[in-house]
């Protein structure tokens, strides 16, 4: 029973294509999350939303955009692709509150060659 | 400062040890605490939370929460090696609504 869906589990794209990586919820979830993960660095945001339409820039927003028209669905946008966008990319919702942990989607690991 | 810190390991133990592992985190606001372990090349899952002082137990695993001293714990009973992932300790504040990660602990559980 898979609750958040990444569209793609593996990605290879070329420097300066325009990226866009889905994920879609299915637990009502108001939040959701783009991270991504590099050895070493650990989990850092990139961008979150609280609501349908909003979206709040996190820690590394540089290089990427969003969109969430629908609240099942949250877009991760990589204007133009970047050796230094290689990463594992993880998408994750939460419903607020004191027991809000996150579910996170299988993630995407992207190479940008 | 790190807002949320721990050790990065490895911490090693041997299989049916009990395995400790630590998280300190910078922020008095901060008021529910999660566990998650993360299998190499895998996603993170959501192991346990607490948000009281004291413990909270579930199965092998047992969570402590001291927030006078900001300190939280994660205790693994009987280790086994498929306990052997990074463990990641997460904090939130619910004026964000977002959690704040340490970096994980690596832990390797030799039989």
């Known amino acids: 029973d898979v609750k958040v869906t990444q569209s793609s589990r593996y990605l290879v794209k070329r420097t300066g294509e325009k990226v866009f990586l889905e994920c879609v919820q299915d637990?009502?979830?108001?939040?959701m999350f783009w991270y991504r993960q590099d050895p070493g660095l650990g989990l850092r945001l990139i961008y979150f939303?609280?609501?349908?339409?909003?979206?709040e820039k996190g820690d590394i927003p540089e290089g990427y955009s969003v969109s969430r028209e629908k609240k099942e669905r949250f877009s991760l946008i990589l204007e133009s692709a970047s050796t230094n966008q290689t990463s594992m990319y993880l998408c994750a919702s939460s419903f607020p509150g004191l027991s809000g942990g996150y579910t996170f989607g299988s993630g995407t690991r992207l190479t940008v060659v | 400062q790190k807002e949320v810190e721990q050790n990065s390991g490895p911490l090693s133990v041997p299989e049916g040890a009990i395995a400790s592992l630590n998280c300190t985190y910078s922020d008095r606001g901060s008021q529910s605490f999660f566990w998650y372990r993360q299998y190499s090349g895998k996603s993170p899952e959501l192991i346990m939370f607490i948000y009281s002082n004291g413990d909270k137990e579930d199965g092998r695993f047992t969570a402590q929460l001291n927030k006078a001293s900001q300190y939280v714990s994660l205790l693994i009973r009987d280790s086994q090696p498929s306990d052997s992932a990074t463990y990641l300790c997460a904090v939130n504040n619910i004026s964000f609504q977002k959690l704040v990660f340490g970096t994980g602990t690596r832990l390797l559980v030799s039989p």
């Open positions: 939303s609280y609501d349908v339409k909003m979206k």
């Open positions: 637990m009502d979830h108001e939040n």
